[in-house]
């Protein structure tokens, strides 16, 4: 398919933004837009309404609502996509009104993750979510009609299809919840793996498009997928990367966060997302480069103490320094102590940014003084692979090593200590 036959195909989208926040306004329509991008869409016109206190049938007012309605039509637009969440009831009486098709931004997300989610896990996780969003908006479509419990028109046919959705979605979330569960066992059988190595886990976390798997990339020379669309990669990627002192730590990307992510695909995620609540160290990757890359780093902590991983330590990458003016991103670093700039595109600070990963996975190491027998040749050999060597001596009763190594290693190795 050519270029322009693509163009042709991308769906019309009139947004409507229902920020209670002016300063939000620029920030949110330049999201909200990025995300119809990635969902294939096109954005011919916004409608703003300031909403406090959004009606329980078309949560902006009739007034609002007939304007809409006008607008879409003038533009012919395919789809009306509100940057809020909506009811089940609220989409129909909008779509009854502007007689367009109407979506709110959880369905958007959801839409993305759909788009992007290639392994069977990443299926699985998005179809659950998809089916536990559409459940109670299934529901509430026939709520007025449900109190009637019968009555002329509602007997038969009515309430059977009711009953007969509900249950297939039920039946579908069940099987879901199962599959996952297997996906999750499996996925516990390789973190018992990978943990008899003791080399520490270190994820990749931020917001989604902040460079993430560039990041990655740079780091572990994988080819995770680097791209400037949301959500361009939902499956977790763990390498074993070694540094330049010889020590190695396992280094996880995952999913990007942000705002006002549906919960439910929080829930869908949770497995994945467990990963992250296990790491030694987070990166978290911040595009330096946005004017509002202080909301970004908000949404990244909000969702982290969502998941349970607010309490771990932290170490802020800002990212995209070769967007800025020179020093820029370096002065950004210099104001929020625990933190480096760099830019994974090219490379540059990377190296900083390693030297500061090793110093803050060591902390909590001992040094260890010992003289080890040749026939503890596992021990020496853990010694280079799970520590820092510092001397290494052969004599005749054994190898005198000098080391540093995780805490466990050096109460394994305090029998062998040097008078």
């Given at each position: 398919m050519s270029g322009h036959a693509l163009e042709e195909a991308r769906e019309r989208i009139l947004?409507?933004?229902?920020?209670?926040?002016?300063?939000?306004?620029?920030?949110?329509?330049?999201e909200f837009g990025?995300?119809?991008?990635?969902?294939?869409?096109?954005?011919?016109?916004?409608?703003?309404?300031?909403?406090?206190?959004?009606t329980s049938a078309t949560f902006v007012r009739s007034g609002k609502v007939q304007e809409i309605a006008g607008f879409a039509a003038e533009l012919d637009a395919d789809v009306v996509a509100f940057d809020c969440e909506l009811t089940g009831v609220q989409i129909r009486n909008l779509e009854e009104a502007i007689e367009k098709r109407v979506i709110d931004r959880p369905t958007l997300i959801l839409d993305i993750f759909a788009r992007r989610a290639h392994t069977k896990e990443?299926?699985?996780?998005?179809?659950?979510?998809?089916?536990?969003?559409?459940l109670p908006r299934l529901m509430s479509v026939y709520t007025k009609f449900e109190r009637q419990k019968g009555g002329i028109g509602m007997r038969g046919p009515g309430e059977t299809k009711l009953?007969?959705?509900?249950?297939?979605?039920?039946?579908?979330?069940?099987?879901?919840?199962?599959?996952?569960?297997?996906?999750?066992?499996?996925?516990?059988?390789?973190?018992q793996e990978r943990e008899r190595l003791p080399y520490p886990l270190v994820s990749l976390v931020g917001y989604t498009s902040a460079g993430k798997s560039t990041l990655m990339n740079r780091i572990a020379d994988t080819a995770v997928l680097a791209d400037a669309m949301p959500?361009?990669?939902?499956?977790?990627?763990t390498r074993l990367v070694t540094s330049e002192t010889?020590?190695?730590?396992?280094?996880?990307?995952?999913?990007?966060?942000?705002?006002?992510?549906?919960?439910?695909?929080?829930?869908a995620f949770r497995a994945t997302l467990e990963e992250v609540a296990r790491s030694h160290l987070l990166l978290h990757v911040v595009d330096a480069s946005l004017d509002g890359w202080e909301i970004q780093r908000d949404a990244v902590l909000d969702t982290?103490?969502?998941?349970?991983?607010?309490d771990l330590p932290i170490l802020t990458v800002f990212n995209k320094s070769d967007l800025l003016a020179p020093g820029h991103a370096e002065r950004i670093a210099e104001e929020w102590p625990g933190s480096v700039a760099v830019s994974a595109l090219h490379g540059e600070g990377v190296g900083e940014l390693l030297r500061a990963v090793q110093d803050r996975i060591t902390i909590g190491w001992r040094e260890v003084d010992v003289l080890l027998p040749y026939d503890q040749s596992s021990l020496i050999e853990s010694c280079h692979k799970y520590?820092?060597?510092?001397?290494?001596?052969?004599?005749?009763?054994?190898?005198a090593i000098r080391s540093d190594v995780p805490a466990e290693w050096a109460e394994r190795l305090a029998a062998f200590a040097r008078k």
């Open positions: 947004a409507v933004f229902v920020n209670p926040d002016a300063e939000d306004d620029e920030y949110s329509e330049l990025g995300l119809v991008e990635a969902a294939q869409g096109e954005v011919v016109g916004t409608v703003r309404q300031r909403v406090d206190r959004p990443g299926q699985l996780q998005v179809e659950l979510a998809m089916m536990s969003y559409r009953e007969s959705d509900r249950r297939m979605v039920k039946a579908r979330i069940a099987k879901l919840t199962e599959e996952i569960a297997k996906v999750k066992e499996h996925r516990e059988q390789q973190r959500f361009a990669t939902l499956d977790p990627t010889g020590s190695k730590i396992f280094l996880s990307d995952t999913v990007g966060f942000i705002r006002r992510l549906p919960t439910t695909l929080v829930a982290l103490e969502v998941i349970g991983a607010a520590g820092r060597v510092l001397s290494e001596e052969y004599t005749p009763e054994g190898v």
